[in-house]
């Protein structure tokens, strides 16, 4: 590892500046701009910078400050959200990082889940030492996203409703069904619950194995949510559909439409 090294008087002022005008990372642009340097020269400071312990590449051409009482670089991000801005764009935090966020589970997911209209190659990179998972959204299915500060940095992330409706579109994003239907539960017990909110969603998303799920689980856990349920029952497509994709289903519950597993099976749902 390497240690932090002094600077001199110039370069003490320049990163000074740098800190000042930027929100919690340092593009090359970021630099050349604040400096008055061309980018090449942004490029080489920030690079020599690096090399002497103040700052940490993130990724190419982008780095954050080394926390003074740091005493190497390699230190972890201080908040993958702002990272996950920085490199993803258009972007929001969704899936299980989102329910961690709106105190829908206690459980921890030490991968953060960002959705982004972006089309990665990588899409589980690591970056210093934090796991992303990046999932690929169109730029109609940016709605139901609420702003927060993480420092002077905003960042979006899906609204406890809409949080529900990605699981359902997708269970492995919380962890598989049985994490997503006890996500479910609590969003149910919760001061964000909003029944008719989630129908809106869902009919914005257009995916007819999310009402499927969504009214076979309301059914079980939620019974009086009766007009709901009956929304969903209008909006079912043909074909059948899988609860969770990843598990095995050897039973239809033929009124949802939906395969799931043996042991979910109760014989008021099955025709």
């Avoid at 000074?16 to 020269?41: C, F, N, Q, W, Y």
């Avoid at 801005?85 to 329910?99: K, Q």
């Avoid at 796991?131 to 940016?142: A, M, R």
């Avoid at 079912?236 to 979910?264: C, E, F, I, M, Y």
Wanted: proline share 6%; with cysteine; hydrophobic share 40%.
């Amino acid at each position: 590892m390497e240690q932090l090294e002094g600077l001199g008087k110039i370069d003490r002022g320049r990163l000074a500046a740098l800190m000042r005008g930027t929100k919690g990372t340092i593009s090359v642009g970021e630099a050349s701009t604040i400096l008055h340097v061309p980018p090449s020269d942004a490029a080489k400071m920030l690079a020599r910078w690096a090399k002497k312990g103040w700052l940490s590449r993130v990724r190419r051409g982008l780095y954050v400050p080394v926390p003074l009482e740091s005493r190497t670089p390699d230190v972890p991000l201080e908040d993958p959200w702002v990272i996950a801005v920085r490199l993803f764009s258009p972007c929001y935090i969704g899936g299980w990082s989102a329910a961690e966020h709106w105190d829908l589970t206690e459980q921890i997911f030490r991968t953060v889940l960002v959705m982004t209209t972006q089309k990665p190659r990588d899409r589980r990179p690591t970056i210093r030492g934090t796991s992303f998972l990046l999932s690929t959204v169109l730029d109609e299915s940016l709605f139901g996203l609420k702003t927060v500060w993480r420092g002077q940095i905003k960042v979006q992330v899906s609204d406890s409703t809409r949080t529900i409706l990605d699981l359902l579109h997708n269970p492995q994003w919380g962890g598989g069904i049985r994490s997503v239907t006890d996500m479910f539960t609590a969003y149910l017990k919760s001061e964000n619950k909003n029944p008719s909110l989630l129908g809106d969603y869902a009919k914005r998303l257009g995916n007819g194995a999310v009402f499927k799920r969504l009214g076979f689980l309301l059914e079980r856990y939620a019974p009086n949510e009766q007009e709901l349920i009956d929304a969903c029952r209008t909006q079912l497509t043909s074909g059948n559909a899988q609860l969770d994709p990843s598990l095995n289903a050897d039973k239809l519950v033929t009124r949802w439409r939906l395969w799931v597993p043996k042991n979910w099976r109760k014989e008021s749902l099955v025709d």
